[in-house]
């Protein structure tokens, strides 16, 4: 009889792609430092590297910690809208039209143009809050609708001969249909939440976080900090990921499961 062996979770062809994804633009990046490409402002990896160490957690612990917060903030915040406005639009479709006008207008609005409006009004990390939150809306309002239309038409039939309304329709069907898109799209929203909180600290008004200390760093003409900023960026962008992705998971686990047998 047959038995099948089980491949580790390190050596699964898309893991094994990813690191080999990564060693290549390391490569890439010291070969162009080596190079002197662009006027020789490209620092090479091990500089960048040291200089993160000589800055120790001093100085990207405090920033890392703030910015981490404001993008928390705004992902809740641009998620729970989205997700709520997504339920009520199967609750009432009428409104679907103009929900969608909002959501594209949002999504196609400088937001950078009206970071100095809320910060003028607000002030204080208002617009860090606001800006994470903007990015992350539309993403989560398009995945959160799909997934509730996505719910199996048998199943929302046998709810309606129960006597069960749209309320029971929602809930009982509907919403666990949508986790899977609704999860993707929060997988895309938390770095998309970093993001606008970094813009937002660019904007100025407050006195930490990442988008200040790259300000900082660039006004220094200090490269290496600088790139060392941009990877605490990506880091922080790719456990925001992470994070979303190990609760889909949790919550879903049959998505996983699927996912696994696909491959």
């Not at 760093?217 to 200090?222: C, E, F, G, K």
């Amino acid at each position: 009889m047959a038995t099948s062996l089980r491949v580790p979770a390190w050596a699964r062809p898309d893991r094994m792609a990813g690191a080999l994804g990564v060693a290549v633009l390391v490569a890439l990046w010291w070969a162009l430092a080596a190079a002197g490409i662009a006027g020789g402002t490209i620092p090479s990896p091990w500089r960048v590297l040291s200089t993160m160490w000589s800055d120790g957690w001093e100085l990207y612990g405090p920033n890392f910690q703030v910015t981490a917060i404001g993008a928390a903030q705004g992902f809740l915040w641009g998620n729970a809208l989205a997700i709520a406005i997504a339920a009520l639009i199967m609750l009432v479709p009428r409104i679907e039209p103009l929900a969608t006008q909002l959501a594209i207008l949002s999504y196609c609005t400088p937001l950078v143009a009206l970071g100095p409006i809320i910060l003028v009004v607000f002030g204080g990390r208002t617009p860090t809050v606001f800006l994470a939150a903007m990015y992350c809306f539309f993403t989560t309002m398009v995945g959160a609708v799909s997934g509730l239309r996505s719910a199996d038409p048998a199943s929302l039939d046998l709810v309606r001969v129960y006597g069960g309304g749209r309320w029971q329709r929602l809930y009982r069907v509907q919403a666990v249909a949508a986790l899977p898109n609704t999860f993707a799209a929060l997988k895309i929203a938390a770095p998309s939440a970093v993001l606008g909180a970094i813009i937002g600290e660019y904007l100025g008004g407050v006195d930490s976080g990442i988008g200040v200390a790259l300000t900082a760093a660039q006004t220094a003409y200090n490269v290496p900090r600088t790139w060392g900023m941009a990877i605490a960026a990506a880091a922080l962008a790719g456990l925001g990921y992470l994070l979303v992705a190990g609760t889909a998971r949790l919550i879903t686990p049959w998505t996983s499961t699927a996912e696994e047998a696909a491959r």
